[in-house]
């Protein structure tokens, strides 16, 4: 299946900057944004089953790759800046701003000394696989074996390109008047706004750029900020064999398997800085090769105590692999600010231990009432980390990064029933109810303190 699309469109807004409101200092901006975004999906899979003396074999592969490409991005973006005006809130959904000595409508009274464009590419590739191999033995009718094994493979890619520029001119600034949209919209918001006038063009914008190149000047902080942390590159492997046996003794279901997982990966990125004025320093490439594995087993228990009545047990262990731009060995700092962003490449997995047991009961009535307790003991959660660096080069800095906690313990219980009201008369016997109330308890070490959560919710 192929699938290609291309999308076009422009951006426009006349935002009115009042982040605290005051009867003077007040800026509107008008910007034109054109945009064009290409997207192109390709993927195909194939499949199979077969029977060879009782042993089922099936087979799958998929491929499928993404392309989104956005080769045009022209922001003209213009000021009217210094402005006096009245607020009326007599419409609170729809405030008017009422500016005095001034034609807000009037492009002579914008200009901008800046210029930015963009282009931004993605490609990922993901190809899958799998072989599952399985045979029963049958000894009576209620006593029967099923083995099961087989194996995964996964292969991710992901290149990730981003380019921002802007360009400041040397000197002065332009005005608006030679940069005008004739888009009008004088019934915005059931006709509370009049979007017309003052609105800039980003194609003429994009012209005087391209014929006047000598006039302006890359601004290195804003693109390589910009840029920089969102250029990445990154493949992942994942292989995984298990074997799985079922025994069935009359009421009573044994399900034990063990599953191995190798994980491998490559990420390239780029680590970024700037000086205590928060101008651009430089940016170092930075390779990281790393993976991790583990042994996965559990055991299953089913009785059935009749033919609607069950209890189940099982004991279980889990993974839950870090997200991907996670490892990405990027890293943006805003010394100005005293802020850090950090990917973090050393991630490692988090695996769970679990214990869960059910009692559920079907009714005669097309229902089902179930409830159960659960326990997870959970090595090297992940979750994001903000805090102070204490000490170094970026003491009292502020630093956000994902990060592995130590340990935690998750505990609770479950409660549930299923009713289809086929009892009522016409069509009210085709509605239901579900409800469901969960209570969970939980413990977490983040380094040398610890946390405790208790929460409670129906739904």
Do not use: C
Request: net charge neutral.
């Amino acid at each position: 299946m192929s699938q290609q699309g291309d999308e076009k469109g422009v951006r426009y807004r006349l935002p009115h900057f009042v982040a605290q409101w005051k009867d003077h200092g007040d800026s509107i901006g008008s910007a034109g944004s054109p945009r064009d975004y290409h997207r192109d999906l390709l993927s195909f899979s194939l499949g199979g089953k077969t029977n060879l003396n009782n042993w089922i074999a099936n087979a799958d592969v998929t491929f499928a790759s993404g392309l989104y490409d956005q080769p045009i991005y022209y922001d003209g973006y213009f000021t009217n800046s210094g402005l006096s005006a009245g607020i009326d809130m007599s419409d609170p959904r729809a405030p008017q701003f009422n500016f005095v000595g001034a034609n807000v409508d009037n492009p002579a009274n914008y200009s901008t000394s800046s210029y930015v464009n963009r282009h931004q590419i993605a490609h990922d590739k993901d190809v899958q696989g799998s072989l599952n191999i399985e045979r029963t033995f049958n000894f009576t009718d209620k006593n029967k074996f099923t083995v099961k094994f087989g194996g995964r493979y996964k292969y991710k890619e992901d290149d990730h390109t981003r380019n921002y520029f802007q360009y400041t001119l040397k000197t002065g600034k332009v005005s608006m008047e030679n940069f005008l949209s004739n888009y009008a919209r004088k019934d915005y918001f059931n006709g509370k706004y009049d979007l017309s006038g003052a609105i800039a063009n980003g194609y003429l914008m994009e012209e005087y750029y391209q014929k006047n190149l000598s006039l302006f000047q890359p601004d290195q902080t804003y693109i390589r900020q910009n840029t920089d942390p969102d250029t990445y590159y990154g493949n992942e492997t994942l292989g995984a064999t298990y074997v799985e046996g079922k025994l069935t003794l009359n009421k009573l279901d044994i399900i034990t398997g063990l599953r191995y997982e190798n994980t491998g990966f490559t990420y390239n990125g780029n680590i970024v800085s700037f000086d205590d004025k928060g101008a651009y320093v430089s940016t170092n490439k930075v390779a990281v090769n790393a993976g991790f594995d583990g042994f996965f087993p559990s055991l299953n228990l089913k009785y059935a105590i009749d033919q609607r009545t069950n209890v189940r047990a099982a004991a279980t262990r889990s993974l839950s692999r870090p997200g991907y731009y996670d490892l990405v060995p990027w890293q943006e700092v805003e010394t100005r600010r005293k802020r850090m962003k950090i990917g973090n490449p050393d991630l490692d997995q988090s695996t769970s231990t679990n214990l869960d047991f059910l009692f559920e009961h079907y009714l005669k009535s097309l229902g089902l009432i179930s409830g159960g307790i659960f326990y997870k003991n959970i090595d090297n959660y992940i979750y994001e980390s903000i805090y102070t660096q204490q000490g170094g080069a970026f003491d009292k800095y502020q630093v956000t990064q994902t990060v592995n906690g130590a340990n935690a313990h998750v505990y609770g219980y479950e409660i549930a029933w299923q009713q289809q009201l086929t009892f009522l008369p016409g069509f009210l016997n085709g509605f239901g109810i579900y409800g469901n109330f969960t209570q969970i308890q939980s413990t977490g070490q983040f380094f040398a303190s610890e946390h405790i959560w208790i929460l409670s919710f129906f739904k």
